[in-house]
Each structure stands twice: as structure tokens, then as C-alpha cells.
């Protein structure tokens, strides 16, 4: 009873505590209470106002914990740096609810509404970090990483709005959005229980919330740094510079209105057109050639595979503008990372942009349009039906209406598109690219499969392409092709340096810095030499020039996601890979063992792992081996989520491990000593 005295002090209202008391009214309860006990309790109207409002901020403090799937990987319980979007959400009007409204009913309503954010993000995700009142700020990026983490947080965002606006409760709700990306400390676990959460320390969150507080009722506003993450995905409307409270100087701000209808993530990125292409002169010309013969009727597959950023889309961009003067029907298939379980996403896709469905139109006007594309292959009704389905427009009488069970109508939907490129090579030679086929649909692969098979005797160039974990089932067909991209050579990765500096001098070194690092892989290239021009022209006429600006050598914020993608799949074996990024680009298997401290099971199951997943090249056998990171922007990745405190004790460690254990290297290569006694300070 003590609580509810306490509790009714604190409003001002301690002439009610006797009352309470009398009828045992304690805590338990207090979130029960209707507007008619407290009439029965002889509260005044004001005061009933006033109480109810207190209890509601009471429910909305105490909401449903986040619950992680179990499938989820959990939160660490080490602090790190990372990049992580940030988008924080809130209910509109919330406090004029609360004076309005019974208080179970409210609870009921900020319940629904903290429901259905859970739900969406979860679908994109993103991670509920925290509930606050009827505000929940959510992760992008943490504590699983994904390329696209900018991407699915504005993706989110859209559809929260459009979610609680569809909510079936007693009022209804809108909801405001802000997203903002950038470096944070994610924290040690706080506090117990349901109670734990993770302290995230940065500017990024309170940026996410202030953007939040600026925006109209049902719209998204991302900050500068997000939108940078997000090329032309989006259609955004420019909300000019804004003052937020605890941000220094004015911030740009945007908003995010809905998906754009770009071809793909590559057009998405290279709006304002692209770069010269260096070498590939090889696989350029295996592209022509299969495309005369293709032509010729005698249809051709080219499986074209190589690592992220390697050149893949770059290389059919530059096939396409080769033959942009002959006449021919091209066809693109964009598979997308967040609906790799999304029926036929790829197929519908590129229907929607062939027939150039707007997001005003009507289904009517959609229905028109489809049928104007389907008339040039001369799609028989029952097809058009089927087609109409797929895109989930309704029958409005037009086509006959189909009596068919959920398989067969998967089943003719597969022929009605092989039927259609069939009927479209007899036009004019196609040219399909399926782009991303390792982020492909079950549903879409088994189309794609048929027309593989179709192909062999029409006027039909396919281009597959795909990173290296994907294993088409359709290699070793005899009118198949794999093409798999190599890194480029330094000579090349100069001319691409060269390209995106343009008439803008880089000191030498500097550049040798970015060759070295980057690997060959071109975007890489692109990115950390963005990213240094950037840093230069910001330390701007106080840096002297050519020398060499640390922060400008860190990893790019465009690469971050990616990179660290690769590293959070790791589970366990992240851990090495930061002892390892500690120690250097290349260490041994004793080395580590040293300064690692763990069993040699536990070692060996790590660095497979790290083997497996293409990061580290092994030579020699364990513990003889040594090993050595694949890509230096994925060391620096790993060694950039390290704390200074922690990574200051790694370096103290290595050091003392050389100075005792591994005289030979203390004598022969003293420079690697010093470099980690300095960092160790
Ligand atoms: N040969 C090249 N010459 C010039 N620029 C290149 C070359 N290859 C790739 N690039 C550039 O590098 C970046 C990455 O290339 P691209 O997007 O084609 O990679 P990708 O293999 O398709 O990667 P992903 O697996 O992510 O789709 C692009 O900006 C592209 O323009
Ligand atoms: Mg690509």
C-alpha cells in the first residue's frame, strides 16, 4: 500500500491514499482501474483525468519484453563498436489517447501498436532494442549485420506506416518514423531478467529520435548519413537542413517515400552513369560470341560467377551497351536479399516494370497496361489470367476465370512464361539476365530451370549471376557456360583509382595504400577511394599534402554492412578473426594459439570455419600452418569492432607473447614488436 501512497504523492493526489487504502486498492490493481471505480472512489473529474493518464504511462513503461527468435543470434555480452542504423518509431498522438480513453482500452492499443512494429521489423531484420513508452527504437545491423541493412530499415520504416494504419483497433493510429546510420558502442548488458537491455552509446540513436520527433504524422525521415546507403532505392523528398536538439550544426534531412521503381541495385547506385571499364576484355568478347550464336537459334546459358563486388553487374552493363544498337527484347530478373522466400519476386518484378505500373494506378489502369505488354507475345487468355494472379491484381471479368488447385496453378504459371519467351525469341533474339540468382526464390529457380532447358533451340541468351556460395543445378549442360570473375590486377585497380579521382591529385603512397588494401576486388576500389577524397577534402587545407589522414584509410561506411555481414556469420569464430585481425594480415597457427588461450579443439573448429567461409587462405598444416585474411578490408573490419581497452590488451599480450615465446621474430622483424608495443601503449 506503501507504493500506491508513494505513487499518488508523486501526482499531488495523497488525499486519496486513505481511500485507496480502504479498498485495498494496491499495485496489482491499479492498472485495472476504470474510470468508474474511481467515480465510485469519490475522485473528482480532473483528478480521474489526471490518474488515468498516470496509469496508461505506467502500462505503456511496462511492455512486452523483446523476445528474440531463437533462430536470431543473440546480443553479445562484450562491448564493440559497430555501424548500425538506427530507426526509432513512435505512436502519434499518444497523450491526447490517453485523456480520451479508458486506460485497458489504451493498454490494449499501445499493446496492438508495439505488436505490429515488433512484427515488421522482424521481417526485415531489424531488432527490437528497447520499448520506451509508446516509442520502440529498433537495430538495423546489430546484432546481425546485413549488406543491406540501410535498405531494409527504410524498407521497414514504409511499411510500419502502412501497417498501423491498417490496425483494427479503437482509434486510429499513425505513427512517425526516424532512421539514421552510423558508428556506435554497443554496450555491455545492463540490468537482469526481462529487464536487460543493451546500452548503445553514439550519437546515432538520439539523431534517429530527434529526426523521429520532425516528422509529419505517417512519414519516414531518414538522416543524410542513411540516405548516402541508399543511392536511388528510394524516391525522397528533400526536407532541407535541419537544428535538432543535442546535434551539432544542421542536419540534412529526407523523405523516404516509397520504393523506387529502378531496374536493380546496380542501376540503383549508379544513377549519374558509369565508370570506364577496365579490363575484362576476355570475358566481354565469351559474352559476344555466345550472343552471335544465341542468335543464330542455337540458344546459349553463361553462369557468371565471382565475389561481392567483384564486376558481375558491371560486366553485363557493359554487354548491354555493345549491342544497344541491335535489335533485340531484353529481359532483367533482380533476385533481392530480403525476399529470397518471396514466390516468383524476381519474375513479378520484371513484369511490373515492363508493363511501367506506377504506384498511383488503379488495378484497372494496371490490368490496361499488362495487357498491352502481353499483347506483343500474344499471350493467350488463360495465360493473362495467370498472370494478372501473380501480380495479385484482381480478375475484373477480362479473362475467363481459372478452376484450378494452388499446384496446378504453379504449374501453368511455369509454362505460361516459358511459353511467353518463346514467343517473344520468335520476334526478336532475347537476351535475359537473372541477376543475384543466390538470393533466388525456390519457385523462381524452378522457372528459370525450365527455361534453361527451353532455351536450347530458340533465339535465347541467358546470363546468370551469382556469388560463390550458389551452385546453379544447371552447370555442365552442354549449351551451358560458367565464366567466373577474377580480382583485377594492380595495373587495373590503378585505372579505376584513377577514375574516380579524375583530375584530383592523390599522393602515391596513398594510393599504393588503397591498391594494397583492396585486393583487387573494384568495389572495394571505388568505395575506399571515395572515402579518402572525402576525408581529404574535409581535413581540407589543414592537412598538408600527401600526408596520410588515418581516419581516411578506415573502412568506408558503404563497405561496413557488408564486411561485417561476412564476420557476424561466424558465430564463435568472430572472436579469432579479431585476435587474428589484431596480430596482422597474416599469423601463425602458434601465434595464436599463444595470445588466444583456448583449447586446440576450440582453435581448430574456428579457424575451418574461417577457412569455410572464404576470409582466411590456410597454408601448411595445423599447428604448422599459417594463415592469412583474404580480403585486408575484412581484417580491418574484424579489428575495427574492437574497443580501444580491449584491443590495448590484445596488443600488450601479442607483444608479450613474441617477447617471450617467439624470440625469432622479436630479432628478426623487430618493427612487428614495436608496432604492437606502441599500440599497446
Ligand atoms: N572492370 C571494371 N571496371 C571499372 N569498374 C568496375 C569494373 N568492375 C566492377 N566495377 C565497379 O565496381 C563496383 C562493383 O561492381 P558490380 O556491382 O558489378 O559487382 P558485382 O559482382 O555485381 O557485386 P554483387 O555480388 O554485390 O552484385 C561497381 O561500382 C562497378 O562499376
Ligand atoms: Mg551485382
Redesign the pocket.
Known amino acids: 500500500m506503501q507504493q500506491i501512497a508513494d505513487w499518488l504523492e508523486k501526482l499531488g493526489m495523497s488525499e486519496y491514499a486513505e481511500r485507496f487504502a480502504e479498498s485495498d486498492i494496491d499495485t496489482s490493481v491499479l492498472r485495472d482501474l476504470t474510470d468508474q471505480d474511481l467515480k465510485e472512489l469519490g475522485v473528482s473529474l480532473g483528478h480521474r483525468r489526471k490518474m488515468l493518464r498516470a496509469i496508461a504511462e505506467l502500462v505503456g513503461a511496462a511492455p512486452p519484453s523483446p523476445q528474440p527468435a531463437l533462430t536470431e543470434p543473440k546480443p553479445q555480452d562484450t562491448a564493440e563498436r559497430r555501424q548500425v542504423t538506427v530507426m526509432f518509431s513512435d505512436l502519434v498522438g499518444s497523450t491526447a489517447l490517453s485523456a480520451r480513453m479508458d486506460p485497458e482500452d489504451l493498454r490494449e492499443v499501445i499493446a496492438a501498436y508495439q505488436k505490429c512494429v515488433d512484427k515488421t521489423v522482424r521481417r526485415f531484420g531489424g531488432y527490437v532494442a528497447k520499448y520506451m513508452g509508446d516509442g520502440v527504437l529498433v537495430y538495423f545491423g546489430y546484432p546481425q549485420a546485413h549488406?543491406d541493412d540501410a535498405e531494409r530499415a527504410a524498407r521497414a520504416g514504409l511499411e510500419l506506416v502502412a501497417a498501423v494504419g491498417d490496425l483494427k483497433t479503437q482509434a486510429a493510429l499513425q505513427t512517425r518514423v526516424g532512421i539514421a546510420t552510423g558508428l556506435v558502442v554497443v554496450g555491455d548488458l545492463i540490468g537482469s531478467g526481462a529487464a536487460q537491455e543493451q546500452a548503445v552509446v553514439g550519437e546515432t540513436p538520439n539523431l534517429a529520435a530527434r529526426l523521429q520527433g520532425t516528422a509529419e504524422p505517417n512519414t519516414v525521415v531518414i538522416a543524410e548519413s542513411t540516405r548516402k546507403l541508399l543511392g536511388n532505392l528510394f524516391e525522397f523528398e528533400n526536407l532541407g537542413a535541419k537544428d535538432l536538439k543535442g546535434v551539432a550544426g544542421p542536419v540534412r534531412a529526407w523523405a523516404a517515400l516509397r520504393p523506387s521503381s529502378v531496374e536493380g541495385?546496380?542501376e540503383a547506385?549508379?544513377a549519374s552513369g558509369?565508370?570506364?571499364?577496365?579490363?575484362?576484355e576476355e570475358e566481354l568478347d565469351l559474352l559476344l560470341r555466345r550472343w552471335s550464336k544465341a542468335k543464330t537459334g542455337e540458344g546459349q546459358v553463361v553462369l557468371l560467377s565471382?565475389?561481392?563486388?567483384?564486376?558481375?553487374?558491371?560486366?553485363?552493363?557493359a554487354l548491354m551497351e555493345r549491342l544497344a544498337t541491335e535489335p533485340h527484347t531484353r529481359l532483367r530478373y533482380f533476385c533481392s536479399p530480403q525476399h529470397t522466400d518471396s514466390a516468383l519476386y524476381p519474375i513479378i518484378g520484371q513484369m511490373q516494370r515492363a508493363a511501367g505500373f506506377a504506384h498511383e494506378d488503379t488495378a484497372q489502369t494496371k490490368l490496361n497496361k499488362l495487357d498491352a505488354v502481353l499483347a506483343q507475345g500474344f499471350t493467350p487468355p488463360q495465360d493473362a489470367a495467370l498472370f494478372a494472379e501473380m501480380l495479385s491484381l484482381p480478375n475484373d471479368g477480362r479473362y475467363p476465370t481459372l478452376e484450378l488447385t494452388p499446384r496446378q496453378r504453379r504449374q501453368k504459371t511455369l509454362e505460361a512464361l516459358t511459353a511467353q519467351m518463346e514467343a517473344l525469341s520468335r520476334q526478336k533474339p532475347v537476351l535475359m539476365i537473372f541477376?543475384?540468382a543466390h538470393w533466388a526464390d525456390p519457385t523462381s529457380l524452378e522457372a528459370f530451370g525450365r527455361a534453361v532447358d527451353r532455351i536450347r533451340t530458340l533465339g535465347v541468351f541467358l546470363i546468370v549471376?551469382y556469388?560463390p556460395e550458389f551452385e546453379p543445378p544447371w552447370i555442365g549442360r552442354p549449351h551451358a557456360t560458367a565464366l567466373i570473375?577474377n580480382r583485377?590486377d594492380e595495373r587495373?585497380i590503378a585505372?579505376?583509382i584513377d577514375?574516380v579521382t579524375g583530375n584530383k591529385l592523390l599522393s602515391p603512397s596513398l594510393r599504393q595504400d588503397i591498391i594494397e588494401r583492396t585486393d583487387g576486388v573494384?568495389?572495394f576500389?571505388?568505395e575506399m577511394t571515395k572515402a579518402v577524397l572525402e576525408a581529404d577534402s574535409e581535413s581540407g587545407a589543414r592537412q598538408a599534402a600527401g600526408a596520410v589522414p588515418f581516419a581516411a584509410l578506415a573502412v568506408p561506411a558503404s563497405l561496413h554492412a557488408?564486411l561485417m555481414a561476412r564476420l557476424d556469420r561466424l558465430g564463435p569464430a568472430r572472436e579469432v578473426a579479431q585476435i587474428g585481425a589484431a596480430i596482422g594480415r597474416e599469423f601463425s597457427h602458434a601465434l595464436l594459439k599463444a595470445v588466444a588461450g583456448k583449447s586446440e579443439a576450440e582453435l581448430a573448429a574456428s579457424l575451418d570455419r574461417l577457412v569455410a567461409a572464404g576470409l582466411l587462405f590456410r597454408q601448411g598444416v595445423p599447428p604448422h600452418a599459417t594463415y592469412l585474411f583474404k580480403h585486408a578490408l575484412v581484417q580491418d573490419a574484424a579489428y575495427g569492432t574492437l574497443l580501444r581497452e580491449p584491443r590495448r590488451a590484445l596488443h600488450a599480450r601479442i607483444a608479450e607473447t613474441m617477447e617471450s615465446q617467439f624470440t625469432g621474430i622479436a630479432e628478426n622483424q623487430p618493427e612487428l614488436l614495436a608496432r604492437h608495443c606502441n599500440e599497446a601503449g
Open positions: 549488406e541495385r546496380f547506385m549508379h558509369l565508370t570506364e571499364l577496365i579490363g575484362r565471382g565475389e561481392p563486388g567483384i564486376g558481375k553487374s558491371r560486366l553485363t552493363a541477376e543475384d549471376t556469388r570473375l583485377l587495373e585505372a579505376i577514375g573494384p568495389l576500389v571505388e557488408s
